[in-house]
């Protein structure tokens, strides 16, 4: 019999992969540790060593197939039969048995999901994964990774009243996520009825869908040809990342900044810079700027704990910065950047960036963020309305920089002006405090000596 290499544990409470390179074919020779395959989580890339020496005698995976943590992906050695090709869920039950719920057809576990308030199943599963139903669990253990429990604990969510939807009702961070959204529709949606006997018993727009297209997509096919790809990992989660972060009470507010000093301050000090290998973006100067106005306006540094009724202030600043590669937007975080000079946050910017647009970046480094900047102006447009990175509650943008006619001193000049727009949670955030903040942030770009003092 062969030796089986199947799908590790890929941490953070990951529990599924998509395959996008297969570095060997069935029959090829592979040493101790070679790299054979290169898998997508949610916005990483992992190369998987094969650890054993032989030949491969079953190769069960192929680009572009989404794989579940356990599943046999090759096997080496043996005459690849057997066991080597059975699917990674019945593994699992074995090792830990599912709920009776788990063997009940699709249709009376997903009647009985919503009868208990839980999210429905899923229509169809993919095709490539061992999906199987979620599961209502009794009294004995539930499956869940430690993430996924910390998660639930540390939003007073019972997890026994979480529908699991992976392999053999595994509760994952998805579901739990869900169950939260769901929970607070359904307890908006009885306030409501008690305001107004007309108010929708869902909750109206407040309820998040499991699926936003509802029943299912009309048959297009019918209109023209057509084609249908699967949808990367990196963009499922952008997509349950913009569900949770709509749900938000979002204000944008707008500001413009005349940064014309600060351009010839970049430029002047520039050179000196790039003598070393660093280059001083504009950029570098706003996530300094914004550091500065976080540690006047604690409030924009927190998160809303909307089960518990807290706000929770962070007392450090790690800013997450947008980068639009060709994977997806990243967001990627810069550590401590209030304890850190306009040099060093050049150069981490840079490497960071550069880590996002090649996909090298470890998961640990898109998370922690406490704020975000993103900068669509290097793009083109004067103003946008950006998404706030849920748990955060402000995001800042970033406009075209351009030269416009203003008044100085009652005389019209050329100046070099940037917009800058602010979202945040208005259910923290008054829109004042909002207008404080940019015009904070605006100050410390005016006045480049204050940006440096701010270190």
Known sequence: MGKEFKLPDLGEGIHEAQVVNVMISEGDTVEEDQMVLEVETDKAAVELPVPYAG???????KQGDTVTVGQVLLVVGGDGGGAASAPAKEEKKQEAPAPKAASAPASSVQSA?????????????????????????????????????????????????????????????????????TSGSQ????????????????GGAA?????????????????????????????????RQMIKSWQLPRVTHGDEADITDLEAFRKEHGAVMAEQGVKLTLTAFVIKAVAGALRQFP????????????????DYV?????????????????????????MTISKELKEIADKARDFKLDISEMRGGTFTVTNVGALGGTFAT????????????????????????????????????????????????????????????ENPLNLLLAS
Request: overall charge neutral; cysteine-free.
């Open 299 to 314: 409030a924009f540094n927190a998160s809303y704990d909307d089960v518990a009724g807290e706000m929770i202030f962070k």
């Open 207 to 239: 309820t998040v869908p499991a699926s936003i297209s509802g029943d299912g997509l009309p048959d297009f096919s019918q209109w023209g040809p057509v084609r249908r790809e699967a949808v990367p990992q990196i963009r499922k989660a952008i997509a």
């Open 187 to 202: 307890q908006r949606a009885g306030a409501d009825q008690g305001r107004a006997a007309s108010a929708p018993t869902s």
């Open 318 to 342: 790690h800013v997450g910065v947008a980068v639009d590669t060709d994977r997806g937007l990243m967001v990627p975080v810069l550590r401590d950047v209030d304890r850190k000079g306009l």
């Open 55 to 61: 030949e491969v005698t079953a190769l069960n995976v």
């Open 113 to 181: 999901a919503q009868q208990g308030g839980g999210p429905p199943a899923p229509s169809v599963a993919p095709s490539s994964t061992v999906a199987e139903a979620p599961v209502i669990h009794g009294d004995g253990p539930i499956p869940a990774a430690p993430a996924v429990r910390r998660l639930a604990r540390e939003n007073n969510v019972d997890l026994r009243q979480v529908h699991g939807t992976g392999s053999g009702g595994r509760i994952l961070k998805e579901d739990v996520e869900r169950f939260m959204l």
């Open 386 to 445: 950006p998404m706030i990175n849920y748990p955060e509650v402000a995001i800042l943008g970033m406009g075209k920089l351009q030269k416009k006619p203003v008044i100085r001193n009652d005389e019209i000049v050329v100046r070099k002006m940037m917009p800058l727009f602010l979202s945040f949670d208005h259910r923290v955030i008054d829109g004042a405090d909002g207008a404080r903040f940019t015009t904070a942030i605006i100050d410390f770009l």
